[in-house]
């Protein structure tokens, strides 16, 4: 089983599925994080080569336990993308202050557990990429994103620390900062009133995905951001 | 009563001190928050307009509690001081997963339960302020800091949520970034070889807290940078 | 003549003028540097201790030239503020290239010059400050700023790459990033509709530059950001 | 004659040439600029589609003299890449002013004269690119950079507002911040101690140029960080 491997977590609709196309297309064997099985099980039965896994990331113990089926069914992933978010809308004073604990657990946490589990194959095997999908939340707080933009301004400096520690050891980490509103059915739908070029195509994030996995490692870009040619910034 | 009230969480010998002398001098009544109460004890002893009230900000329920504590002492806090924090060393392997969480319940979510205690009393009466001690960790991620710059990074961008949200209601927050070791017993005796100006003075990061919670409202300052006059950066 | 000295650079009728009258009223004795003669005569008239010296600060022999004046009329300034700003306002299509060349040496040549002329004796001293008034653009490039903003982020850049040259021996260098229009006679006319609170007040930019000039040397801002209490952002 | 065109400024024997290679690979015909004449003759000869063109782009006559020398050989350009630059090494203290003022010129009024040229082609085109080579100077004010980081900050901060102008036009304009020594003669003699690894490749960075050129114009990057594996940042 030469083929190399790539985990997904997050696998909804949009980039996730998107992503699990572009690997697989590129001869990589995909794995699928998500909880809910029955859009793995859809997801599987498209893509071949693609194998689901149902998982929670924000718990450590479910990601130990996938990983160790990952390992055993398809081996150690060369690829480990986090694009399972936890989000929300409202300010600070009108969400329940849970919600910003749990996207915290999900989108910082989550990735703590999966670049503690999935690294230290890739440090010994001196190559591999973490590669984080994120968006401009991380870098801003508007006050309708209370309850978001704090994890994901957490997300992209932890990914910031692991990517200085693992870089030295062959291991690229990068963080996708999408400065737009995903091409989806749902945000079709809310955002009627604009035209295609409003929105960012899942099937572009997941190219740019392929193309920063894929770097010579001379010259590795960590802060990736990505926008609409129209979008107003 | 009609001296304004300062509340500082995470009263500790350095910054926290300094800053309830400074309030206190400057005919603030102040209301320390801390785990330890025996050195509320020895504060109160200290600064006869002090008071202190024994919590942990991690916990919304002690935070609600000690409120109506202060509420009925001494009367509604016009300036909040987070000033709490919970630290770490270690890479990401390095360190237990479980710190990371547990700097951000207190470092971040202990800023947010503040401030929904808080901020309504301060928006009724159009005027307040709200301030949090950070660093550069929380704009930089180096590998040591992990399990920490995370979680201040998920608090400078809360805290702008909340800058945005509750400038316009006369309610001014503002974020500290410390670029500095402090001059602390603890930190003098690890960096013994280091001459006095390495160290940031806890009295200095008091007075400039003072001046910006102080600063004419049609010229606030959000981000505080401060370092010490001989720093490499 | 024991008063310690204080060049602003720029002394128009807004931040110039109240930068004059504030270190006047501090003791210091000033010299005020701007291409209009009528203006500095005003000036010199209203402030007793004020001294006008006209310059174009893009020049270098002109700062020369004055500068041996002031030193014989008034001593060594320890403060020196960089006010002089050149603008313009249109797209990179619009304006005249020479627009953003002349800019670029009033707002980065001219800080050079000053620097360069006035920081060794400072240096000797081992004290003293250089304070420079930029803006948002400085950070940012908005499409109808393409003139100017490049030429307030090279004064940017440059006034740090001075401050970490100059922090270790003791003198001061600090950047305000002012993120609202001024209020001035002809701001106000422009923007008729909008309520006092929209604007910043010269007073108060002076007051804070007052402040970052005498903060301890402890805890010294490089990056200070000031904007009204009700500007979005 | 329906190959793009590619023009590229600033052929050294780096980056410069490297993009030449990738961009005649990629079935450009390119224009090269550069005011070394020997230089231009050797790439012609290296590469049969390449033509070279002298000029010294601070100067817009110049510019605009080969800009029509250019449209009559080859065509309208669809690829502008401004590779030139002026360099200089000293602290505000030893460097001459005139260096920075001649860095100026080049890096960022060269910009200008060259987006004022072509972009208008390529805005009635409806598509097009402009990349900018930069580095982290343009980020960062380091002592011994304050004769160039300056002018490499107003080139970016010129590009972001030709970006968000021309983006809407459907002319993509990019900025690469490379955070590395590039991999040359004089660099190899320089930093003899260094392993390979410590270098960026010009071969790479011209492949990123060709993936920014040509990335789907639903998910464009703007600024474009690049750096060695190993390198510490």
Chains 1, 2, 3, 4 share one sequence.
């Not at 690294?119 to 973490?130: L, N, Q």
């Not at 960590?222 to 979008?231: Q, S, Y």
């Amino acid at each position: 089983m030469s083929a190399p491997i790539c985990l997904i977590s997050g696998v909804g609709p949009g980039t996730g599925s998107a992503l699990a196309k572009r690997f697989t297309e590129g001869g990589y064997r995909v794995a699928l994080l998500a909880r809910n099985e029955a859009r793995l099980a859809a997801l599987e039965k498209e893509l071949v080569t693609a194998k689901g896994y149902p998982c929670d990331v924000s718990d450590a113990a479910q990601i130990d336990h996938v990983a160790s089926q990952i390992e055993r069914d398809l081996g150690s992933p060369s690829v480990v993308i986090h694009n399972a978010v936890g989000g929300a809308f409202g300010t600070f004073r009108e969400i329940d202050p849970s919600i910003l604990n749990r996207n915290f657990q999900v989108n910082t946490m989550g990735l703590l557990y999966l670049a503690r589990r999935f690294s230290p194959a890739m440090i010994d095997a001196k190559k591999g990429a973490i590669i984080v999908t994120g968006n401009t939340s991380a870098l801003r707080g508007k006050p309708s994103f209370a309850g978001f933009a704090p994890t994901k301004a957490a997300q992209r400096i932890l990914a910031e620390a692991m990517a200085r520690e693992l870089g030295p050891n062959g291991v690229h980490v990068a963080y996708l900062v999408v400065d737009a509103v995903i091409d989806l059915a749902w945000t079709r739908e809310r955002f009627k009133d604009r035209p295609d070029e409003f929105f960012i195509k899942p099937k572009a994030i997941a190219e740019e995905i392929w193309h920063v996995v894929h770097q010579d490692r001379s010259a590795w870009s960590f802060n990736v951001e990505l926008r609409p040619f129209g979008e107003t910034w």
